[in-house]
């Protein structure tokens, strides 16, 4: 079984462009790497860099991530964006356009909420009850960046057929129907699911594409730091203390799909749709980096339905 694209050792990306906003780190980083694996040229975008860190505090860089997707075998160039700031996504894109003169690929995978949302205990809470300001904060990384970036983005990304926008969100349609238990946190993830769906409307008479697509229960580099700090190859080190975790995924995982979709010249039967890693697996036959095939919202629909979901079942 491949554990790649669909193309095995070769490059169906060469020649193309791709932003991944949001590429600092977690699935945004797997996806850019992946993009790079199959030949495109990446701007990795995000606000951590080597001389200054987000708000969220962490360590992981652009410039790592842009270094990652040029050893992956494509040529990564990081660009320090705050994309709530319209100027700056506004000189991005104009770089972009003045460097290569398209953009094939648009992921916005932009985020940078969890710390505001307070895990787990705010979701005990009502909405009046939660911090004004973070909610509004939340609302701000999770929709309005998304906004911005595209009304920047598609004027370049649709000058020619084939242009292909993934909106990256938390959750599928069908998971996210249901109240999520936070409000700020509910509308930022299923807003995504509404831009794909709104603007594959508007993209389908340019021959381009719109998705949203969601990784499953994600390995990222801060998921990893809470559970004891272990690594991507110590990880089932936590199944003890949380035996869901089987279930957990790589981010290369979710970037495997992102390259699996900019590969597909038939890319348009799944305009406006929501999607996730472990169903695109299955469609395209790529698989997790231990050869699984990983399918995370269909294990956790089943857990939510009362039942007891067994890992082999849906690896």
Wanted: net charge negative; hydrophobic share 35%.
């Amino acid at each position: 079984m491949s554990t790649g694209t669909g193309t095995e050792g070769g490059r169906p990306l060469a020649g193309k462009v791709a932003l991944v906003a949001g590429a600092t780190r977690g699935a945004g980083r797997g996806m850019a790497i992946e993009l790079g694996r199959a030949g495109a040229v990446v701007y990795a975008t995000g606000r951590t860099t080597r001389e200054r860190r987000s708000e969220i505090g962490r360590p992981e860089t652009i410039e790592e991530t842009a270094e990652l997707v040029t050893a992956a075998g494509g040529t990564g160039i990081a660009v320090p964006t705050d994309h709530l700031e319209p100027a700056q996504v506004e000189a991005l894109v104009a770089r972009i356009e003045r460097d290569h003169g398209r953009l094939d690929v648009l992921v916005d995978g932009l985020w940078g909420g969890d710390h505001l949302v307070g895990f787990p205990d705010a979701f005990t809470k009502k909405m009046w009850e939660h911090d004004l300001e973070a909610d509004l904060r939340i609302l701000r990384l999770g929709i309005d960046s998304h906004v911005i970036t595209s009304r920047f983005a598609l004027p370049l990304l649709t000058r020619r057929p084939g242009g292909l926008v993934i909106e990256v969100t938390d959750g599928t349609a069908g998971y996210n129907a249901k109240y999520r238990g936070h409000l700020a946190y509910d509308l930022a993830k299923y807003a995504p699911i509404r831009m794909a769906l709104g603007l594959g409307e508007e993209l389908r008479d340019l021959g381009c594409t719109a998705v949203c697509l969601t990784p499953g229960y994600l390995r990222s580099e801060a998921m990893l730091d809470t559970y004891k700090k272990v690594t991507e190859e110590t990880w089932r080190d936590v199944l003890p203390e949380d035996p869901h975790f089987c279930i957990s995924e790589s981010p290369a995982y979710v970037g495997r799909a992102v390259a699996a979709l900019a590969g597909d010249p038939g890319v348009s039967r799944w305009n406006g749709q929501s999607l996730s890693s472990g169903q695109l697996a299955r469609v395209y036959g790529f698989t997790d980096t231990d050869g699984t095939q990983p399918d995370a919202w269909g294990y956790i629909t089943a857990l939510e339905a009362g039942e007891d979901p067994q890992e082999a079942d849906y690896r």
